[in-house]
């Protein structure tokens, strides 16, 4: 049996279908307007932010090119100044080769020079038994020359100084001026040395050895000398023990220097002690060095106990020990 629809029940359906129809739609239509609605909010964040680190970035890029710059201006400054120490050791270098050529000249000359000096002195002092025969009485062979009253004899000289404060601000240039003088009275010698009263070596690499005595050897310890203001105690005995243990030899003829101006020991007899055990006579009562001395003042408000007490030390020492105490009064 057909079933019949009435026409009311179909425009209901009808219109219920078409209801629900519009209803998607319009959610359709209305998600797409929110979503168009909220793009731009979106875009406007998103382009703001990168802008802000676009610019972030540009401010970060010129910080790096300013730190560019100032490392490119430090490396050029740098490479010239690499250039001019380049330069510099090239002169040096120079400089150097020039000296170790006029070195190895004056030591061939002062070779020649002693060898030459050495005859001539031989042919002076060994006369001949006839030579001898013929003079006579009138024959006197000095036992040493001296010049000034100290004996110049010696081969191989030896400076201690007293490097104290004392000596170094109140009589330096004086002591600079004696020194030179006591070079010139050996015009050449076979070796010399130079320490302070402490017994540091002037020139530490040549501790043990002789200073080669060339032009340039006694000019390089002048200007040494000039600022050379090592620690010393104001006692010669160090200096002096260093230098005649060190260097003694019996085929050796060596005077030591001692000059300063103080003497702060506690006993002038046990340092005079001290010196005759290590510089003991030999057979023919021959001591193994010549001790001369120079003594410099003090400052005239200082107290002279102690300058004196150097001189009598000195005085001393060089009387028991073959040499010369030379005193000066003015600095």
């Not at 129809?21 to 319009?26: A, E, K, Q, R």
């Amino acid at each position: 049996m057909k079933t019949r629809l009435g026409r009311r029940d179909v425009e209901t359906f009808s219109l219920s279908f078409l209801d629900a129809i519009c209803c998607g739609f319009g959610a359709v239509i209305l998600l797409l307007v929110l979503t168009e609605v909220g793009e731009p909010m979106v875009f406007e964040q998103t382009r703001e932010d990168l802008e802000g680190r676009i610019v972030k970035l540009q401010e970060e890029l010129v910080e790096i090119r300013g730190a560019s710059e100032i490392l490119t201006r430090e490396l050029t400054e740098r490479e010239g100044e690499m250039t001019d120490e380049q330069r510099r050791i090239a002169r040096l270098r120079g400089d150097l080769s020039a000296l170790r050529g006029r070195f190895q000249s004056s030591q061939k000359d002062a070779e020649v020079t002693n060898t030459l000096e050495g005859e001539l002195v031989s042919a002076q002092q060994e006369l001949t038994e006839e030579m001898k025969r013929l003079l006579g009485r009138q024959y006197r062979r000095p036992a040493t020359e001296a010049i000034g009253g100290i004996p110049v004899d010696s081969e191989y000289i030896i400076f201690i100084i007293d490097t104290s404060g004392s000596m170094f601000n109140y009589v330096w240039p004086t002591l600079l001026k004696k020194i030179e003088e006591t070079l010139n009275i050996y015009p050449t010698v076979k070796g010399f040395q130079v320490m302070n009263d402490e017994g540091v070596y002037m020139f530490s690499t040549f501790r043990g050895k002789w200073l080669p005595d060339t032009p340039v050897q006694r000019k390089a310890v002048i200007d040494r000398l000039r600022n050379w203001n090592a620690f010393s105690n104001s006692s010669p005995v160090e200096g002096i023990v260093e230098a005649i243990r060190t260097y003694h030899s019996k085929d050796r003829k060596i005077s030591l220097y001692v000059f300063g101006d103080e003497f702060t020991g506690s006993s002038i007899d046990s340092v005079v002690r001290t010196v005759d055990m290590i510089n003991r006579e030999d057979k023919t009562g021959q001591r193994r060095v010549r001790i001369h001395s120079i003594g410099f003042p003090v400052r005239p408000d200082a107290p002279q106990y102690t300058n004196v007490r150097f001189a009598t030390l000195m005085r001393i020492l060089c009387q028991r020990n073959g040499g010369t105490f030379v005193g000066i009064d003015k600095s």
